[in-house]
Each structure stands twice: as C-alpha cells, then as structure tokens.
Nanobody, 115 residues
Framework: QVQLVESGGGLVQAGGSLRLSCAASGIIFSINTMGWYRQAPGKQRELVATVSSGGRTDYGASVEGRFTISRDDAKNTVYLQMNSLKPEDTGVYYC?????????WGQGTQVTVSS
C-alpha cells in the first residue's frame, strides 16, 4: 500500500555532509511518522531520526546535533541532512513510514564514511 524509495547515499570523507531523501507513494494517510533507521554490519538496526506529521522530531543520541530531519508533506518526502559525518555513521540507511495500518520500510541506501 505504501512504497518508499530512498536516494542520496554514497561515499564521503569524515567531516563531510550528505543529504538523504525518501519519497513515499501509494495510499498515504495524513497522520503518520516518517523517519530513518540505520544498520551497520554485525549490528542491530537503530533509530537515526523520526518526524511526525505534527512536526515532532526525535533523534538517536549519536546523531543529535549533527543530523537534521525534515519533511515535505506536499511531496510525501522526508529528508535527512547529515553533517560532520563520522566513520561510525557508516551503514545502510532505511526509510520508514508508520501509520495506523502498518510499519513500512524502504530498500535502504548505503552510506559510507571514510576516515
């Protein structure tokens, strides 16, 4: 019912920046939470940031102050601006949309930060 397509991943040096985008399509209800999670090799998937349709944001402790999440409801798109990237930010970043029906995931986009 909902498809999520991420873009913007890639290779960047430590200290650099990247901007991820995730476009949602399908039947989108106005009340939802969109966000980003990441998974590093050998580790569990963890919260990066979420933003609700009401504008509330939540960040993982390791990214707060460096990453900024935003959304454009007219485009059904969520963004993640990542600054001051560190090698430990390396991983697959997954877009997520949660509403009353289900929890939807994108295919993921690789972010690699070299030291």
């Amino acid at each position: 019912q909902v498809q999520l397509v991420e873009s913007g991943g890639g290779l960047v040096q430590a200290g650099g920046s990247l901007r991820l985008s995730c476009a949602a399509s399908g039947i989108i209800f106005s009340i939802n939470t969109m966000g980003w999670y990441r998974q590093a090799p050998g580790k569990q998937r963890e919260l990066v940031a979420t933003v609700s349709s009401g504008g509330r944001t939540d960040y993982g402790a390791s990214v707060e102050g460096r990453f900024t999440i935003s959304r454009d409801d007219a485009k059904n798109t969520v963004y993640l601006q990542m600054n001051s990237l560190k090698p430990e930010d390396t991983g697959v970043y997954y877009c997520n949309l949660w509403d009353w029906r289900n929890n939807y995931w994108g295919q993921g986009t690789q972010v690699t930060v070299s030291s």
